[in-house]
């Protein structure tokens, strides 16, 4: 042997990329022998800034800054690049300063309803050619129909309930509850009928109150508003939990 010395450097290295195009820091591992301008084109397939745009910083593991990254025909190997430094990209493209992203500085088109009733390429246009959603007409009323029946359920189905009927109640979901009505009638947070229910234990969402108006008293948690359907009346007594009992 001649007693040199062979210094080997692994040919990759793990960075931690930072942006100012976003809040995130990214780890990867690159080849130190491309190039910043190759460099360059990897990095704007992970933080989307052009690299043309593109201004890199190098920092050590401890984020001290070491040297700017200036150097396009340079290799990346050829700078003191390490495992866990840090190379931020500051983005010159205006992507940062929200020139692109805020939508306040976006000329807006905008168009009158008539003009645009009159237009043929338009969803409305197709919509109404193709008889969809509100412009199917037949479908329409078959719905309209539909509601005005489950309406007249819901008022026959209310009209058989009473202020302090026990009840139960079954909403599809959820399981089944058991209470006192204390309220049948119209609300002001909702339309149709309702049937306002103290329960037996607190798996309601209010104490009788909704939107600042009282429609009934009962302890927080016990109290909701079901529709009359979803409600029985009949006998079902409290349940004893054996609390009194020693």
């Known amino acids: 042997m001649d007693g040199s010395v062979t210094v080997i450097s692994n040919p990759t ?3 931690r990329v930072t942006s100012t195009a976003s809040s995130f820091e990214i780890n990867r591992r690159f080849n130190r ?9 990897k990095l704007e397939m992970i933080v989307g800034t052009p690299a043309a745009c593109m201004d890199l910083d190098l920092f050590s593991a401890s984020d001290k800054f070491l040297q700017k990254l200036d150097n396009n025909e340079a290799l990346l190997g050829s700078y ?16 940062q300063s929200g020139e692109f992203t805020d939508l306040s500085k ?21 919509k109404k050619n193709m008889k969809l959603g509100r412009f199917n007409e037949e479908n329409r009323v078959k719905q309209e129909e539909a509601l005005a029946k489950k309406e007249e359920e819901e008022k026959a189905a209310a009209e058989a309930i009473a ?4 009840c139960k109640v079954e909403v599809p979901g ?5 209470g006192t009505v ?15 229910v103290k329960y037996d234990e607190p798996l309601g969402k209010h104490d009788g109150s909704v939107n600042g108006k009282r429609y009934f008293e009962c302890e927080p948690k016990y109290g909701a508003f079901v529709k009359p359907l979803s409600v029985t009346v009949g006998d079902f007594p409290e349940e004893d939990y054996g609390l009194d009992e020693m």
């Open 80 to 95: 003191h690049v390490d495992d866990d430094c840090r190379i931020h990209v500051t983005d010159r493209s205006g992507a």
């Open 13 to 15: 290295v793990s960075v």
């Open 174 to 178: 959820q399981p089944t509850k058991v």
């Open 33 to 41: 022998g491309v190039t910043i301008a190759e460099f360059k084109s």
């Open 106 to 126: 976006v000329e807006k088109f905008e168009i009158s309803d008539d003009a645009y009733e009159k237009r043929a390429d338009s969803v409305r246009s197709f």
């Open 182 to 196: 204390m309220f049948v009638g119209t609300v002001d947070f909702k339309p149709g009928h309702w049937v306002g």
């Open 163 to 166: 202020a302090g009927n026990r």
